[in-house]
């Protein structure tokens, strides 16, 4: 008898522990918005952390990828955003091949991170000349949280290459086919994209299978 009261009582405090680590989280995030709104700041849906990746071509290794994410700077007010952005190197004067990264705090880059891995990305591949424009475009619509589906979005990315730069957007969960085609012509919606641009999705398990972010993608115009 006193073995399962101990045990029932154990039970509580864990699921106690839960529950008190999801309220400091909440907490938290009250306490920040309560102080920007006091600060005369304007607070953003999320907080966002931009990321650059610089490496030599050649195969993709989890070591060594992981090893060349670099965090820049995180932001979680408008005002935080503009600083930010406005000390960014511009698309155009980006070395190749490079990736910039703008992510939701707490999610990497990364295929394997728990957000992503059940996830997958829509790809826009660009002439380099009109990249930066609708890069720019992109972050402003994740930053203002005015794509459908915005809880489901991870984060966006600029890669940057030798004949093109290509534009991904990430999401959590590739099997949920309204959200991924919801998310398609969000994207589309807000890009104002030109007749003709082909969109692409692939899910992250699939990268991880081939080692690679853009081959043998789904085609879905």
Not at 3 to 15: L, P, R, S, V, Y
Not at 133 to 148: H, P
Request: proline share 3%.
């Amino acid at each position: 008898m006193e073995m399962t009261e101990k045990k029932e009582a154990e039970n509580n405090d864990t699921q106690s522990g839960a529950v008190d680590s999801t309220d400091d989280t909440s907490k938290d995030a009250e306490e920040r918005h309560a102080r920007d709104l006091k600060a005369s700041l304007h607070p953003l849906k999320h907080k966002f952390v931009f990321w650059y990746t610089r490496r030599a071509p050649g195969v993709r290794t989890q070591t060594s990828y992981e090893d060349n994410i670099k965090k820049i700077v995180e932001f979680s007010t408008v005002e935080g955003f503009w600083v930010c952005y406005c000390h960014l190197a511009r698309a155009s004067t980006l070395p190749s091949p490079t990736d910039l990264h703008l992510f939701k705090e707490g999610i990497r880059p990364l295929w394997e991170d728990s957000a992503n891995s059940n996830g997958g990305k829509w790809i826009i591949r660009f002439k380099k000349v009109v990249s930066g424009r609708f890069w720019e475009d992109l972050v402003l619509a994740l930053v203002g949280d005015q794509l459908e589906y915005g809880d489901n979005i991870c984060g966006a990315v600029l890669s940057v290459r030798f004949n093109e730069d290509i534009l991904s957007v990430w999401n959590r969960n590739a099997s949920d086919h309204q959200a991924v085609m919801a998310l398609r012509d969000a994207i589309k919606r807000h890009l104002k994209l030109p007749h003709g641009y082909v969109m692409e999705y692939k899910p992250h398990d699939a990268s991880l299978r081939d080692n690679s972010s853009y081959r043998n993608t789904w085609l879905r115009g």
